[in-house]
């Protein structure tokens, strides 16, 4: 009942982000800002720490920031637990979702969805349309829902739910690792246009990917190319396709100079 | 010289006895009851209390005589605490044969304690059938009308030995016989209620019997004994839950009536260090009680004269003359420095000095801010929780004037929510309201405060938070709730109704370095004030003296030692307790102060539970037999389940065993029959002091018979479970198709879990499959659920509760939310 009634203006802020695995540094001062509606790619080569960024922004325990902030609304990201940065508006789809035995899809999703609303504030009816339309949209059959949570799904299915989830949650802003890795051309469609129509003027979406196909369908409205551990080089659409065109050797010199 | 000599004279009285005023817990008032211990005679007297026909008798004293004979399992977990002479074998809250139909007419306490339960609201809303059994007596039997007319017989077994002897006898020990193991010559020999079914060929029961089983009284031995008969074609599903009403769940933080205590729980010692209960005991005790009162009216206490209480005699101490009234002089240097003492009760003095240590558990939690403990003070004092449209929200109520504590509250809320409360002034009522929506305030002080004025109490992790941090809390409490008074110098009070609450301030007061004595005004009635109903409950008064002690308390390192200020006798009969603690230091406290572990001769509080169960499912039959055992974690569950399946028959059991101490269970079917099914599913939940021995066993001795079991268990907080199974596959048993699949899983990894699976397969062309997977939860699990918003320990229950779904999606609604209450119970003390 706090909600205010205009759309916000709403900001992630990422500035000298270092962050190391297993005592190894892999992010070496990422800066990075995130607007609500943009839609924001990151690209770049395997190892560069694209998913490394995802984890250590979610909170993955194995992720150790080491230096750096990371602001959502100028709130510090880093000093809370996981599940209050998800709560705070923070999403991860997953590269490899988990599998959870004996939990329905569709329990799941309605659990999530509570943990951001009251008996008050949420609307099932409204809840269960968008549910249904997003199935759709992802070209998703409802028995899905019925399943256990991912267990035996196939590729492209753990994928769509990935997108399915960040439909139901609404979150302020949604960091997509790798939605399209593995899936074949009807799959990348399907998630792309998804991410697309889902891109709403008060959130907005980061987009972790290694190819430029998927760009086909989201249409990024800046693109980052990640190359050891920092943003190597930003600019518009047109570096998408300069860097299918090159391939990512093109960005090196660039990092090497920077 | 025997163990126990059974006074028949007593055995024998039918007269009503009351055994009321004997007991300080539940109420146990049994029409019929033979004293505690086991012989012949004990046989003999049950079967004479039923009026049982000859041949029952001669069966049990043959079951008797083989229970003596027959050692003790050398396998499985250890059964040497069980002393078979400590319990009483007989207890009936009714007379034999007064079983009743009508749920009016039950006794008021046995029917508060189904209803706990959940009956008959169950009966009314889905069971065909409902029984309850009470310790020994069957109290309450009924069976919906349609069910009588179809054929369909659901009563106790005592009414049907009389009632339906032929089918008893062709069946009664047949599908377990007395000399099948140990338990199941104890159960023969001393069986009394359990349920009898039979359904006629071709009938289908449909909707569920269902039957409750409850060990009240401590010691008591259950033995019932159900026989199910689903005859050629019949079709039923009976359902038995066993279980403690959920009042005997413990929580570590709770001042406990110390007969509730149980092994596993954390009390403190001497020293003010929490330590683990290894082993609870009782006895029965015939003689004075000593009454020891000390300057704090509210910490008086009750013990056996022999209790050994830690003490500083006052005559060691005292330079001139001694006892309370008059003021002696005290050697000081010598208080600091004498080692207190452990002194039997009956040999305290008025003006001797009782330890009272300083809870020295100090575990800090960031997430407790100041401006948390500033708004669980003020809850403590002037808060409530509430839904407001449906909407989470807590509210706090000032006096008009209190602006400053507005302010301070105000700001803190604020400060934890982001939100800014509102302020409602109700000039008519002097007051100001003071409120928030916020579901995660709501949650925080329900969690770690409680809710309603009575039930006011805060959590382990306030009580435990450094004695800085307290200090918040309790000038904000102080604030809302407190006064001054000034006699004799500053005295500063607070009042509650929570008696919780009134010994934990008085603990985290102690920990500011002030004694405070409690005071407790008992109940009276109703009086009018201003044209107001105004009930006076019992009120605790909590008082201490912020610049210097009570006179006559001394603080010494860290305890203060408190005078006795009178000393009382009172004659008693009954059960006493005591138990020992974890650590050389076996002491513990009784109302804040330190006692010995009393050195007495002791009886474990044990029960126990030894059923047997047979069913037979003739040709074409299907029955279905559903367990949710939660026994109170005291309860030594050693239970004999076997079905016989004959040609095209399925058995199916679903066996969910969450509670007891140690549980002993491996449901069975002998498959008998062609194309003979069995279908096992079987779930172990075990936590702290528990051991849960389950598994399953198909016999199938026809060709073409099939079965299915699946085992799955949950091992934390150093509970254990195994997995004990067999499978058989009998010469000319050809075409078998048999599957085992056990999972465990071990969230913690303090618990434990084995498998021990036995094959003795003799057809080669058997198809077997077995599988047995140990898991924990992965981090990864945790992570991925808690990136959606869950906690930490929202996430595990969820995972859990998925492990255990292929059981929990086979019980009834009422039974599925109880195994999630239960597990959201145990994760609670688990995680966080």
């Known amino acids: 009942m706090t909600e205010p009634s205009a759309p916000k203006q709403h900001s992630l802020v990422v500035e000298d982000f270092h962050a190391e695995v297993a005592g190894k540094e892999i992010l070496r001062g990422v800066n990075l800002t995130l607007k609500s509606g943009e839609l924001t790619a990151l690209m770049g080569p395997n190892g560069s720490g694209k998913s490394t960024l995802a984890y250590a922004l979610m909170g993955h325990p194995k992720y150790k920031v080491t230096r750096g902030r990371a602001l959502l609304d100028g709130q510090d990201l880093l000093a809370l637990s996981v599940d209050k940065r998800a709560r705070a508006g923070l999403f991860l789809g997953f590269q490899y979702p988990q599998e959870i035995s004996g939990l329905s899809l569709s329990k799941?999703?309605?659990?999530?969805?509570?943990?951001?609303?009251?008996?008050?504030?949420?609307?099932?009816?409204?809840?269960?349309?968008?549910?249904?339309?997003?199935?759709?949209?992802?070209?998703?059959?409802?028995?899905?829902?019925?399943?256990?949570?991912?267990?035996?799904?196939?590729?492209?299915?753990?994928?769509?739910?990935?997108?399915?989830?960040?439909?139901?949650?609404?979150?302020?802003?949604?960091?997509?690792?790798?939605?399209?890795?593995?899936?074949?051309?009807?799959?990348?469609?399907?998630?792309?246009?998804?991410?697309?129509?889902?891109?709403?003027?008060?959130?907005?979406?980061?987009l972790i990917t290694h190819y430029q196909r998927i760009l086909k369908y989201v249409k990024p409205d800046r693109v980052h190319v990640m190359v050891d551990g920092v943003i190597a080089r930003s600019g518009g659409r047109e570096l998408a396709e300069e860097l299918e065109a090159k391939g990512y050797d093109f960005v090196r010199p660039a990092q090497a100079t920077a | 010289m025997e163990l126990f000599e059974v006074d028949m004279a007593q055995a024998g009285e039918i007269t009503p006895l009351d055994y009321t005023r004997y007991d300080f817990k539940n109420p146990e008032t049994y029409r019929l009851r033979i004293p505690k211990g086991l012989s012949r005679d004990v046989v003999t007297q049950i079967s004479k209390f039923k009026d049982e026909p000859t041949?029952?008798?001669?069966?049990?004293?043959?079951?008797?005589?083989?229970?003596?004979?027959?050692?003790?399992?050398?396998?499985?977990?250890?059964?040497?605490?069980?002393?078979?002479?400590?319990?009483?074998?007989?207890?009936?809250?009714?007379?034999?044969?007064?079983?009743?139909?009508?749920?009016?007419?039950?006794?008021?306490?046995?029917?508060?304690?189904?209803?706990?339960?959940?009956?008959?609201k169950a009966e009314r809303e889905y069971f065909g059938g409902v029984g309850a059994q009470?310790?020994?007596?069957?109290?309450?039997?009924?069976?919906?009308?349609?069910?009588?007319?179809?054929?369909?017989?659901?009563?106790?077994?005592?009414?049907?030995?009389?009632?339906?002897?032929?089918?008893?006898?062709?069946?009664?020990?047949?599908?377990?016989?007395?000399?099948?193991?140990?338990?199941?010559?104890?159960?023969?020999?001393?069986?009394?209620?359990?349920?009898?079914?039979?359904?006629?060929p071709g009938v289908d029961a449909g909707i569920p019997l269902q039957a409750?089983?409850?060990?009240?009284?401590?010691?008591?031995?259950?033995?019932?004994?159900?026989?199910?008969?689903?005859?050629?074609?019949?079709?039923?599903?009976?359902?038995?839950?066993?279980?403690?009403?959920?009042?005997?769940?413990?929580?570590?933080?709770?001042?406990?009536?110390?007969?509730?205590?149980?092994?596993?729980?954390?009390?403190?010692?001497?020293?003010?260090?929490?330590?683990?209960?290894?082993?609870?005991?009782?006895?029965?005790?015939?003689?004075?009680?000593?009454?020891?009162?000390?300057?704090?009216?509210g910490n008086a206490f009750q013990l056996t004269p022999e209790h050994p209480v830690l003490c500083i005699p006052r005559r060691k101490v005292s330079k001139g003359q001694y006892g309370f009234q008059s003021y002696d002089?005290?050697?000081?240097?010598?208080?600091?420095?004498?080692?207190?003492?452990?002194?039997?009760?009956?040999?305290?003095?008025?003006?001797?000095?009782?330890?009272?240590?300083?809870?020295?558990?100090?575990?800090?939690?960031?997430?407790?801010?100041?401006?948390?403990?500033?708004?669980?003070?003020?809850y403590l004092a002037e808060g409530c929780v509430q839904l407001i449209n449906e909407c989470k929200a807590v509210t706090f109520t000032f006096h008009i004037d209190e602006t400053e504590y507005v302010e301070e509250l105000s700001k803190a809320i604020t400060e934890l929510t982001g939100k800014v409360p509102w302020k409602n002034p109700q000039p008519e009522r002097h007051a100001v309201t003071v409120g928030v929506y916020s579901e995660a305030l709501y949650e925080r002080c329900l969690e770690h405060a409680g809710k309603y004025a009575e039930a006011k109490a805060l959590s382990k992790a306030v009580m435990d938070l450094p004695p800085a941090k307290q200090r918040s809390l309790l000038r904000c409490y102080y604030n809302g709730d407190g006064n001054v008074s000034q006699m004799h110098g500053t005295v500063l009070r607070v009042m509650t109704v929570s008696r919780q609450l009134a010994f934990q301030v008085q603990e985290l007061q102690a920990r500011q370095g002030f004694f405070a004595t409690i005071r407790i005004r008992e109940p009276f009635e109703e009086t009018m004030k201003d044209g107001r109903r105004i009930s006076h409950?019992?009120?605790?008064?909590?008082?201490?003296?912020?610049?210097?002690?009570?006179?006559?308390?001394?603080?010494?390192?860290?305890?203060?030692?408190?005078?006795?200020r009178e000393m009382s006798w009172t004659p008693y009969h009954g059960d006493v307790y005591n138990f020992h603690v974890a650590g050389e230091n076996n002491t513990y406290l009784v109302k804040g102060f330190s006692v010995h572990n009393c050195t007495a001769p002791i009886y474990s509080t044990d029960?126990?539970?030894?059923?047997?169960?047979?069913?037979?499912?003739?040709?074409?039959?299907?029955?279905?037999?559903?367990?949710?055992?939660?026994?109170?974690?005291?309860?030594?569950?050693?239970?004999?389940?076997?079905?016989v399946a004959y040609e095209d028959a399925l058995v199916e059991w679903v066996d969910g065993n969450m509670g007891s101490k140690v549980t002993m269970k491996y449901p069975s079917v002998y498959l008998r029959g062609r194309r003979a099914r069995a279908d096992i599913l079987s779930v172990a939940f075990a936590s702290q002091g528990q051991i849960i021995d389950s598994g399953a066993k198909a016999v199938h001795s026809a060709p073409d018979t099939s079965s299915k079991i699946i085992s799955k268990s949950i091992a934390i907080r150093g509970g254990q479970t195994s997995y004990r199974g067999l499978l058989h596959v009998a010469p000319g048993a050809t075409g078998v198709k048999a599957a085992v699949r056990c999972d465990a899983l071990l969230p913690d990894e303090s618990g434990r879990s084995d498998t021990y699976p036995y094959n003795e397969i003799h057809e080669e062309d058997a198809t077997i499959t077995h599988e047995?997977?140990?898991?924990?939860?992965?981090?990864?699990?945790?992570?991925?659920?808690?990136?959606?918003?869950?906690?930490?320990?929202?996430?595990?229950?969820?995972?859990?509760?998925?492990?255990?779904?292929?059981?929990?999606?086979?019980?009834?609604?009422?039974?599925?939310?109880?195994?999630?209450?239960?597990?959201?119970?145990?994760?609670?003390?688990?995680?966080?």
């Open chain 2, 55 to 120: 041949w029952m008798l001669e069966y049990r004293l043959r079951a008797y005589d083989h229970f003596v004979e027959r050692p003790m399992p050398d396998w499985g977990p250890d059964l040497g605490d069980i002393d078979f002479d400590s319990y009483t074998y007989y207890a009936n809250p009714l007379l034999e044969g007064e079983t009743k139909r009508k749920w009016e007419d039950l006794p008021d306490d046995i029917k508060n304690t189904f209803e706990k339960l959940g009956i008959p």
């Open chain 2, 134 to 200: 009470y310790d020994s007596g069957t109290v309450y039997h009924k069976i919906r009308e349609d069910l009588v007319k179809k054929g369909v017989v659901f009563c106790d077994t005592d009414t049907a030995v009389k009632e339906h002897p032929d089918i008893v006898r062709k069946y009664f020990g047949k599908i377990v016989p007395y000399n099948d193991n140990k338990f199941s010559a104890l159960n023969s020999a001393v069986w009394s209620g359990g349920s009898f079914v039979y359904v006629p």
């Open chain 2, 537 to 564: 409950r019992r009120m605790y008064t909590i008082y201490h003296r912020p610049n210097r002690h009570v006179r006559t308390v001394i603080r010494r390192g860290d305890s203060f030692l408190v005078p006795i």
């Open chain 2, 607 to 643: 029960s126990l539970h030894a059923a047997v169960v047979e069913v037979v499912a003739e040709p074409h039959a299907k029955v279905r037999y559903t367990t949710v055992q939660n026994w109170s974690k005291n309860v030594y569950n050693l239970v004999t389940k076997r079905a």
């Open chain 2, 772 to 832: 047995a997977v140990v898991g924990k939860i992965g981090e990864e699990q945790i992570f991925y659920l808690m990136s959606r918003g869950l906690s930490e320990s929202d996430a595990i229950h969820l995972i859990l509760m998925g492990f255990l779904a292929e059981f929990s999606k086979e019980l009834p609604v009422d039974y599925a939310l109880e195994l999630n209450r239960l597990i959201q119970l145990e994760m609670a003390g688990a995680v966080g």
């Open chain 2, 212 to 297: 409750y089983f409850r060990i009240n009284a401590k010691n008591v031995g259950q033995f019932e004994r159900t026989l199910i008969i689903a005859d050629q074609g019949a079709k039923v599903h009976y359902i038995e839950g066993c279980g403690p009403a959920g009042e005997e769940i413990l929580v570590g933080d709770r001042v406990t009536p110390i007969e509730q205590i149980a092994v596993g729980q954390r009390v403190l010692n001497s020293d003010g260090v929490e330590t683990t209960v290894e082993k609870t005991m009782v006895r029965r005790y015939d003689g004075d009680l000593v009454g020891v009162h000390p300057a704090s009216p």
């Open chain 1, 108 to 206: 799941f999703l309605w659990t999530s969805y509570m943990q951001s609303h009251t008996a008050e504030t949420a609307d099932t009816a409204a809840y269960d349309r968008e549910l249904q339309t997003h199935l759709g949209f992802l070209g998703m059959d409802s028995a899905l829902l019925k399943r256990s949570l991912n267990e035996g799904f196939s590729g492209g299915e753990k994928k769509r739910v990935e997108v399915l989830q960040m439909a139901t949650l609404h979150p302020i802003f949604a960091i997509l690792d790798e939605p399209d890795s593995g899936l074949d051309i009807d799959a990348v469609r399907a998630v792309g246009e998804t991410v697309a129509k889902l891109h709403r003027p008060d959130a907005g979406i980061l």
């Open chain 2, 329 to 378: 002089i005290l050697d000081h240097e010598r208080i600091q420095t004498i080692t207190p003492e452990f002194v039997p009760a009956g040999e305290l003095h008025p003006g001797d000095f009782l330890v009272y240590p300083i809870n020295k558990t100090t575990r800090d939690d960031s997430s407790f801010t100041d401006a948390t403990m500033v708004v669980l003070g003020y």
